[in-house]
């Protein structure tokens, strides 16, 4: 009886002591678990964020009647799904890091009599509270980040933070949970299957041995890497020469011959490298560089690919970090004069409705939609063109497609009249002359150019010459694309001489009312008119903002979720190899070596690592971005170094502290 309760208090103390073990591993392995706890925790920040933009337009008082941003959240919230697979490819290789690493503790514990069943628990214990940790702490980091991200939304399309209030997304949290819960089941899943297929020998003798491929075939490795050169400068070249045809096309083949130039760099490098460095005997035998070229010689293989992966990873998050801002403000560019009026009308006779005739004014009143209910300051006017004016005219260029598409021609009398409605002065032109308008920075430097050399202009029997001071910068319709080709103005009756192209309705509201907005959509629909198209200011605003947030945070999104990607994994794969190096600096202090060497190899080794794809990444990055960017006419050098400089300062601070994370932990790992 007394040998029965005795076993039963040793089994009840022995179930405590396992109890508390999930907890006590977890403090003492804080350290090994930073990196993991970190990428959790930035993963939980970032999906949170940018999966509570439509909380955030609400917490700026932003109103959608037309689902313009609500749109711009769906997609975002589409492209999550594709970060989720990221995220839980990366979390799963993590977890195999942890569990390589726990092997020979897992055996100790079989050892002392805990079953398969018991390791699994205790393994999904701590996992829960890793989990658990690092869900609250990345929710509690993205629920700050969102209300900077919702300041950030409000500078992005200038508007004011009075109605700004603190908002928190329910639906961000629960997605938040429901992601990183399933997650974290698969990764619980993921450990049973591993641990069922381990046998306690190899638990308790845990350990890799490094690769033995000696110094490889430097013959082949340097025709690799003339190869690998050849690859690059390729894809550099299609990149910058092929863009202006075609630019998909040129960044996918492009880009294509970068990776695989890339890899192949990464192969051949370390091979050359370390020949060159065993080739100078005099440094080659100083200190323990022996010790050092020896460590990248055993790892030529994996390391190779590792390093090659790492560098596509963050050529991608450079260059989506970059280019998504750099759109986004290349969308905005110009804006003040995408709005004009309150509202633009506009009917194009070839969208289906004939009724409306020579009369489109008429038909809308026929229609039920009346125009003097909500202004008595509009003007109403046609647009012409004609095949000898197109828009090789103003550029000099020919043989392209878009220099054959005809320029839009305004009679000097409907452009004073709009030019009336914005307050601005009349246009004087002298018999014989015409003058150019554009409203948007990227056709200046275009009409800079003609304006030095001015082209005679024929249309039928008349030939005018450009006007002195002939180039004007005015809007004279609302529109939501930012791109022209320049507006003509001629005298009216030739403009009327021409083939009439649209009708446009531009008028600006003179009645009282706070709604004139709601009431001016419900008209329009009521009214169901085919052939119209309407653009009131608002609609216009929030559907250039909602383009601008969309390109901005979708390439920040993702761009950083590449950046997390190859920061852990490459931070994972050095400590493995940390890991399996103890016997190696083991053998070195027995020999004698002082620390301070043996941690100057460790940064040389790591500074190589982490140095070598984040170079090659940047010129890639550099050459693509600088690619796209000369096709963003008009935009700014300063915006375009502004937006250059947040790219690089989010991406080196991220994995910059994967690398001090990495050196630290490798120092603790060897003793050093």
Not at 650 to 661: H, N, Q, R, T
Request: glycine content about 8%; proline content about 2%; aromatic content about 12%.
């Amino acid at each position: 009886m007394l040998s029965n309760r005795k076993r039963c208090k040793n089994q009840s103390s022995l179930h405590g002591f396992f109890r508390k073990l999930p907890s006590k591993n977890v403090k003492k392995s804080a350290k090994d678990y930073f990196i993991y706890f970190f990428t959790l925790m930035l993963s939980v920040c970032l999906f949170y964020s940018f999966n509570s933009i439509s909380t955030q337009f609400a917490s700026l008082g932003l109103e959608d009647p037309l689902s313009y941003l609500a749109f711009s959240s769906t997609v975002l919230t589409v492209f999550s799904v594709l970060v989720c697979v990221i995220m839980g490819a990366l979390v799963v290789y993590a977890n195999r890091f942890l569990l390589r690493r726990r092997k020979r503790e897992m055996g100790t514990y079989a050892v002392l009599g805990l079953e398969r069943r018991d390791l699994n628990r205790l393994l999904m214990r701590e996992t829960l509270q890793i989990g658990v940790l690092s869900l609250l702490s990345g929710i509690a980091l993205g629920i700050f980040a969102a209300q900077l991200l919702s300041l950030a939304t409000a500078r992005l399309i200038g508007i004011s933070l009075a109605n700004y209030h603190f908002m928190i997304s329910g639906k961000a949290i629960i997605l938040s949970i429901l992601f990183f819960g399933v997650l974290f089941f698969f990764v619980h899943l993921f450990n049973v299957r591993e641990l069922k297929k381990m046998t306690l020998l190899e638990m308790l003798h845990a350990g890799k041995r490094n690769e033995t491929v000696g110094e490889g075939k430097s013959g082949f490795s340097v025709l690799l890497g003339i190869i690998s050169v050849l690859l690059i400068l390729g894809g550099y070249g299609i990149v910058f020469v092929m863009s202006e045809k075609d630019t998909f096309k040129a960044l996918a083949l492009g880009g294509l011959l970068l990776i695989v130039g890339t890899v192949c760099f990464f192969r051949a490098a370390l091979t050359i490298s370390t020949g060159l460095m065993k080739k100078n005997k005099r440094r080659y035998y100083r200190g323990i560089r022996i010790f050092t070229t020896s460590q990248f010689s055993s790892r030529l293989k994996t390391e190779g690919s590792s390093l090659a992966m790492t560098a596509v990873l963050l050529f991608l998050s450079f260059s989506l970090t970059i280019l998504g801002p750099g759109l986004g403000k290349f969308v905005m560019n110009g804006i003040e004069n995408a709005v004009p009026y309150d509202g633009t009308i506009f009917y194009a006779p070839m969208a289906g409705n004939k009724e409306a005739g020579d009369d489109p004014l008429g038909y809308l009143s026929q229609s039920g939609f009346h125009i003097d209910e909500f202004s008595d300051e509009y003007a109403d006017f046609w647009t012409y063109k004609s095949s000898e004016a197109t828009a090789g005219f103003l550029t000099g260029k020919e043989g392209g497609e878009s220099d054959k598409i005809p320029l839009t021609v305004l009679g000097l009398e409907d452009y004073n009249r709009l030019l009336a409605l914005q307050n601005q002065p009349p246009v004087q032109l002298a018999e014989g002359e015409y003058a150019v308008s554009y409203a948007f920075p990227a056709m200046e430097e275009v009409l800079k150019a003609f304006q030095q050399e001015p082209q005679p202009l024929k249309l039928g029997d008349s030939t005018l010459t450009l006007a002195e001071d002939g180039i004007f910068h005015y809007g004279w319709e609302n529109t939501n694309i930012l791109a022209e080709q320049g507006t003509l103005i001629v005298p009216q009756s030739l403009a009327e001489s021409l083939t009439p192209q649209r009708w446009f309705l531009n008028f600006n509201f003179t009645r009282e009312g706070d709604d004139l907005n709601l009431k001016l959509h419900d008209r329009w629909v009521d009214a169901g008119l085919n052939g119209y198209v309407m653009w009131p200011r608002e609609e216009v605003l929030v559907s250039l903002s909602s383009d601008n947030l969309l390109v901005t945070y979708l390439g920040i999104y993702v761009g950083i979720t590449f950046l997390i990607t190859s920061g852990a994994v490459l931070a994972l794969r050095q400590l493995s190899q940390s890991s399996d190096n103890t016997e190696r600096y083991g053998i070195l202090k027995k020999l004698g070596v002082s620390k301070r060497d043996m941690r100057r190899s460790l940064r040389k080794q790591l500074r190589v690592y982490f140095g070598l794809p984040l170079v090659l990444a940047v010129l890639h990055s550099a050459v693509t971005v600088l690619a796209i960017f000369r096709y963003f006419e008009g935009l700014q050098l300063t915006v375009m170094v502004s937006v250059i400089g947040f790219g690089a300062l989010v991406i080196l601070s991220v994995y910059g502290v994967y690398f001090i994370a990495t050196y630290l932990g490798s120092r603790r790992i060897l003793e050093l």
